[in-house]
Every structure is written in structure tokens, then in C-alpha cells.
């Protein structure tokens, strides 16, 4: 039986805002999920494997909030050129969607999850 089934039972408490927001930041900090956290404090017990979260790259976020603002631009610009009654360039196209395997493999890699190493695409 899976550790999931094995749980039945929830347990519900009241905090304050400050108290909440403790609480989120030292899972947060400790890189587990709210009920892996509580449940590692506790009880006392090392938390279960897959209450483990990857860590959050801050930096990495921030660069691909910004590559979401230029693809949007992009975008507003191909659709602008095609509502005009033309065909945006193939070059604009082409680059819009490397612009967005970019962004997916920023995200990725901003999440902790492995992927291949990806270069920025040019502007």
C-alpha cells in the first residue's frame, strides 16, 4: 500500500497571516512542501522523498519574465503585420518559437528539473 493510502486522516489548524506566512517560508527553505514540512517538524522524522521540492532560481525567473515580455512584443508585431493582410517573415516566425523553446527550458532549468544545456537565443 502506498504512502498516500496509508494517510486518511487530515488535520486542519488556524493561523495568522505572519504565522502562515512563517510557515511557508521555512518549507520554502527547507525545500519541502507544506504538508512534508509540518510533518517533518512534528513528528520529528525525516520527511517522505517525494514531499521534496527543487529549488526555485530566482535569477533565472526574472530573465525568462523578460524573455516573456519581448516574445509578447514579437508576437503583437506578427499579428499586427498579418491583420494588415501580409505574412509576417519566416526569419520573425522562426525566431518567435526558439523564443519560446528558450523560455520552456528557462523554466525548466529555474524549477530544478535536468534538461539539456540551451543557449539564449539572439534578440
Given at each position: 500500500?502506498?504512502?498516500?493510502?496509508?494517510?486518511?486522516?487530515?488535520?486542519?489548524?488556524r493561523l495568522t497571516e505572519a504565522e502562515a506566512a512563517e510557515?511557508?517560508?521555512?518549507a520554502d527553505d527547507s525545500r519541502l512542501t507544506l504538508a512534508g514540512y509540518f510533518r517533518s517538524a512534528v513528528m520529528d522524522t525525516p520527511p517522505p522523498p517525494q514531499s521534496r521540492r527543487p529549488p526555485v532560481d530566482r535569477k533565472e525567473l526574472a530573465k525568462l519574465l523578460g524573455a516573456m515580455g519581448r516574445i509578447g512584443s514579437n508576437i503583437n508585431q506578427l499579428a499586427k503585420v498579418a491583420n494588415a493582410g501580409s505574412w509576417p517573415e519566416s526569419a520573425s516566425?522562426?525566431?518567435a518559437c526558439e523564443d519560446?523553446?528558450?523560455m520552456r527550458h528557462a523554466l525548466m532549468q529555474a524549477l530544478g528539473t535536468k534538461t539539456q544545456k540551451r543557449p539564449r537565443p539572439g534578440p
Open positions: 500500500m502506498s504512502e498516500t493510502r496509508k494517510r486518511q486522516y487530515r488535520v486542519t489548524i510557515l511557508n517560508k521555512r516566425l522562426h525566431q519560446i523553446q528558450w
